[in-house]
């Protein structure tokens, strides 16, 4: 938990994923995309990738002892799918950042589809001198796919986040969630 300063709420770090927001992704994947392994770092109660029936899930979840920040060793996978907590980290560098980071060093082919949730201010605004500016821009393939999502799809508080997808040819560049 932490104090949003501006709203004085105590936000949690742990908000489940809508299932609305779980049910549109699927119903974009699938028709392009059929993995076999799919890694979900973050996975909660594994709501994002239960509709792949398909599809084994390598996941972690620090609530059920598995902490994916400390794993070391190469994951081979075909697909990546998670949304990392989003308010905890170290200093600047935001939780969804250490996620990726730590995603595309572990992951055995860098060629195949990731698709994250992050807040607006993980992509947006940034500084041209910024670490994160730089390495999103430098370091990590290009973002093939955005995913628009409303400020109220959280239903315990409003929060500006999107999906960022790398690797995604197959969808079209943006989507607007929805359905709601």
Known sequence: MYNNQINN????????TPE?????LYNIISPHYNPKRILDN???DGRLTKRFINAETIRYEIKDGTDFLLETNEIDCDFVLFNPPFNVGNGKKLYCEQFIEHTFKLIKDKTI???MFAP??????????SKRWRKLRDNYPDITTIISLPL????SHDFHSEII???TEKLKP???????
């Open 42 to 44: 973050s996975a909660g």
């Open 20 to 24: 609305i927001v779980c049910e549109f």
């Open 9 to 16: 709420k105590k936000k949690r770090n742990d908000v489940p």
């Open 113 to 115: 589809p990731v698709i």
């Open 165 to 167: 997808c790398w690797n």
């Open 152 to 155: 109220d799809i959280y239903p």
């Open 174 to 180: 943006h989507y607007f969630l929805n359905n709601i």
């Open 120 to 129: 607006m201010g993980f992509r947006l605004n940034q500084h041209g001198y």
